[in-house]
């Protein structure tokens, strides 16, 4: 069962992630095990009463089995654990029902994308983006787009950037005069995918920190350094390369928003835009399903502002 399902009485026996572990003392001088169980839909506070282990701080972030029943301390839900093991591969649990995952078939995304990347007209550019696919693919598929904000879940980067290769490959055919369009897709598709190596993620493709890579340099010129190493294998031209790396370092707009250089060719400029829409339709989509119809959200730290859901 879910987390958010059961209620003060309930016995139950499932899979969670386990987080916050601490091996403590009773008063009385008994071990235990003081932890939360978390799953798609909340985290709740649980307690392994006499017990010292194996399961420990340790395995912090590793899915468990557990058998227990909700109870209520204090005011707040909190699980009595009554017996917990470290899950198996033979388990078969659903990892969808354990992390946030992109609401969105995976598979047919990236069979679109990959689709969309064989028909660019520009051969350089083409292979460019098939040598990414081919070294960062499976990554590509799981990895979240970010820790927080937008897309931060499972699947979240194929998600972001596949809306936005969808996009991109509709501006560029309405501004066909201005865009070229093999140059705006391949900046599309490579634009975040950086982010593999900006981020630390755990087994279960949840991000828990940046990488010293990815404080100290960020996604954006890892990426520019990547398509520069790409480009030169391949020996693309190097004005080719250039410009790639170009939309790669102005996508964000603005310094202030974590651009190295703001956008200066017309793909860049759009790209830009492309990106953000993206992330804030996210941003609404995701708030939204906290907010009432009828009502006003919480204000959101991203978007300044609260939003109405109108329903």
């Known amino acids: 069962m879910k987390l958010d399902e059961l209620r003060p009485g309930d016995s139950f026996t499932g899979f969670y992630i386990l987080k916050n572990g601490f091996n ?22 649980a307690k392994v009463w006499d017990y010292s282990g194996p399961v420990g701080p340790a395995d912090e972030g590793k899915v468990v089995k557990i058998q227990g029943q909700m109870q209520e301390y204090k005011g707040a839900p909190q699980v009595k654990v009554e017996r917990i093991r470290l899950a198996t591969a033979q388990d078969g649990y659903d990892l969808s029902q354990l992390v946030p995952v992109a609401p969105m078939d995976l598979d047919g995304a990236y069979a679109r994308v990959e689709g969309l990347i064989e028909t660019l007209e520009d051969e350089d550019y083409r292979a460019v983006c098939l040598e990414f696919l081919r070294r960062h693919g499976e990554g590509f598929r799981r990895m979240p787009a970010a820790k927080s904000v937008h897309h931060g879940f499972v699947g979240g980067l194929l998600m972001h950037t596949s809306y936005m290769l969808e996009t991109a ?48 340099l960020g996604h954006l010129v890892l990426g520019a350094q990547e398509a520069a190493e790409v480009c030169r294998e391949l020996n693309v031209p190097e004005e080719k390369s ?34 953000n829409i993206d992330a804030k339709m996210e941003i609404y989509r995701e708030n939204l399903e906290k907010t009432q119809p009828g009502t006003f959200s919480p204000r959101i730290f991203a978007l300044e502002k609260r939003i109405y859901n109108h329903g």
């Not at 964000?252 to 492309?274: D, K």
């Open 24 to 45: 403590k003392v009773t008063n009385t001088g008994k071990p235990y095990l003081s932890c939360s169980l978390a799953d798609a839909s909340r985290m709740v506070e």
């Open 169 to 216: 490959e509709f501006l560029a055919r309405l501004y066909a005069e201005v865009i070229d369009r093999s140059l705006l897709l391949a900046g599309t598709l490579l634009h975040d995918i950086a982010k593999l190596e900006e981020f630390a993620v755990t087994q279960l493709g949840i991000v828990t920190e940046y990488t010293t890579k990815g404080q100290l």
């Open 242 to 275: 250039v410009l790639l790396q170009h939309l790669l370092l102005s996508h964000h707009g603005q310094p202030e928003f974590g651009a190295a250089v703001v956008p200066m060719c017309a793909e860049a400029e759009l790209l830009n835009y492309i990106d």
